[in-house]
């Protein structure tokens, strides 16, 4: 860590050439000092560094002979924001963290999602859906990265607005390249399982897995490709590729999509979707994607409770055009233009159909001044063959058929006409509802203020402490893996402070060694784990920054 700050403060000075900082601490045991106030708030019980103006316990006295209080710390923070050091400590954290507990250079299996945390404030700000509060209200949004088996690799700060599938594929290339190694897949909820994720991890050429963001599909909906196949390790359920039956889905369709269903029922339970590795198989996708549940859900929760991942730090900010309000104008001005365009057809509607009426009326005239042209002659005709006394049986069938044909005319052209009028009637009762319809929208668009400024935290001081929160959970996941007892191995944070990391004791500072006594616990139980965890640390041999030996021991009950 101090090697990683040491490094951007030494690039700061480079790039301001003759400009005398002092960012960063000098001297290592102030640096240490500082540092570990701010790993340690929630072991001392405190949120913020605030929170020292009235600490009156031991804590990291007996570590330093002091306590710093806020204004230091308070400063000491601040210029590390000024120092812009959040993203390449967390960066440098991650790589540390990587080699700790996947040594090597194997590709990994990343985990990924988001932990949003309020931010109360009356002011205008960016705002998103905050889960745990079911309401939609200013925050931050940490995206969290683990690997398998749950150990903790890194977690970044993002607008409140941040979507994972904006964000996803450039957080992989970064990773890779901090991490230097290969990831395998990238494994997270149905927040990143929408086509337009797929379609950046196929232009990247990357992999990932997650769920279709809708589960309420029917197996009507899909064509199964092969034979269903039973589950790796859960006999009870088969999977089966399959892709869309609609064609216009299928064409567009770049994710492999995997049905999971119980033995025996007929619609799928899950449908995963993503880039499939070409080692994975479909049998063992439910499996590597529930490793998410404990590997990823179960640790947010415990930085949750354990190590203040809801406290927000540093309230710095700048005015920015309300990203909300542009994203609510712009689907404002969507359905405006949906109702002109309708509003335009039933326009061209109307106007044709006036035009073929005024075509219906002429075609009418001209048909009807035809057959009455052709009786007067008939007529005519008849008269002059009844006075020359001729037969008149045709000119007689003759005026009956063009009698008969004036009535059809007359028949069919209103039958048409009110055909004509009922359909612009029609167009014309729409039009009235889309223009009612389009100056409600736009009056809806228009009371939109897209012109004022809104609040945009700086989240920097938040980076920097959502580093060493991060850091402070693996240190927890370190020791329970390394050192408790197996009967404490799987304490969370929370209780891990509650039962060892608060523990009352002593501590004694030789020359040679530094020795911890803790006070006897009240149940035995836990003085047998808490006896068999210092056999454990004691046989580590770890020694102290200055090379003392550390031994702790529990003072013996009675």
Not at 221 to 243: K, L
Not at 523 to 552: K, S, V
Request: charged share 25%; net charge positive.
């Amino acid at each position: 860590m101090t090697t990683c700050l040491t490094e951007v403060e030494a690039q700061g000075a480079a790039d301001r050439p003759g400009v005398q900082s002092l960012l960063w601490e000098r001297e290592p045991e102030t640096r240490w000092h500082k540092l570990d106030h701010l790993l340690y708030l929630p072991v001392l019980g405190l949120t913020r560094p605030r929170d020292l103006y009235y600490y009156q316990g031991q804590g990291l006295t007996v570590l330093y002979g002091f306590t710093y209080k806020y204004l230091p710390l308070e400063h000491f923070l601040g210029r590390l924001t000024r120092l812009g050091v959040g993203q390449p400590l967390a960066m440098s954290l991650a790589a540390c963290y990587s080699q700790a507990w996947y040594p090597g250079d194997r590709p990994l299996d990343l985990f990924v999602d988001w932990h949003i945390k309020p931010h109360w404030t009356k002011q205008a700000a960016h705002s998103g859906h905050i889960t745990m509060w079911g309401r939609v209200m200013p925050g931050t949004k940490q995206l969290v990265v683990n690997g398998p088996g749950g150990h903790l690799l890194g977690g970044w700060n993002e607008a409140i607005d941040a979507h994972l599938s904006r964000v996803l594929v450039g957080l992989e290339v970064n990773l890779e390249a901090g991490l230097q190694r290969p990831i395998r897949c990238i494994i997270c909820d149905s927040e990143g399982g929408g086509l337009p994720t797929g379609q950046r991890y196929a232009e990247t050429e990357r992999y990932y897995l997650s769920l279709l963001p809708r589960q309420d599909y029917s197996l009507t909906e899909f064509v199964v490709q092969d034979a269903w196949q039973p589950v790796s390790g859960d006999p009870e359920r088969e999977v089966g590729v399959a892709h869309w039956r609609d064609p216009d889905k299928a064409a567009a369709e770049v994710r492999d999509l995997i049905l999971m269903r119980r033995s025996g029922d007929p619609e799928p339970s899950r449908i995963y979707a993503g880039r499939l590795p070409p080692a994975l198989t479909a049998p063992e996708v439910p499996g590597l994607y529930r490793q998410r549940w404990a590997g990823q859900e179960r640790v947010i929760r415990e930085l949750v409770n354990g190590a203040n991942l809801n406290a927000n730090f540093g309230y710095t900010y700048r005015e920015v055009p309300n990203r909300t309000r542009q994203r609510q104008w712009t689907a404002a001005q969507a359905k405006v233009e949906v109702s002109e365009q309708r509003l335009a057809q039933h326009e061209a509607a109307v106007a044709n159909l006036r035009q073929q009426l005024v075509k219906l009326r002429h075609s009418y005239a001209q048909a009807h001044q035809a057959v009455e042209m052709a009786l007067v002659a008939q007529q005519t005709e008849f008269l002059a063959r009844h006075q020359a006394r001729q037969p008149l049986r045709r000119c007689q069938q003759r005026l009956a058929g063009s009698y008969r044909h004036l009535d059809t005319l007359r028949v069919r052209y209103r039958r048409r006409r009110q055909r004509l009028r009922q359909q612009l009637h029609q167009h014309r009762t729409q039009q009235a509802e889309v223009k009612a319809e389009l100056v409600a929208r736009q009056t809806a668009r228009d009371e939109l203020d897209t012109t004022s400024l809104c609040r945009e935290r700086d989240l920097e001081k938040d980076q920097l402490m959502l580093n060493l929160q991060v850091l402070l959970g693996n240190l927890h996941d370190w020791i329970r893996t390394h050192y408790l007892a197996p009967g404490w191995q799987r304490l969370e944070l929370e209780r891990a402070m509650e039962l060892i990391y608060r523990k009352p004791g002593r501590v004694h500072w030789g020359e040679q060694e530094i020795k911890v006594i803790l006070e006897p616990y009240r149940y035995p139980e836990h003085q047998r784990a808490m006896e068999e965890t210092c056999r454990r640390f004691n046989a580590a041999q770890l020694r102290w920054r200055d090379g003392r030996q550390l031994r702790i021991r529990v003072a013996p009950v009675g």
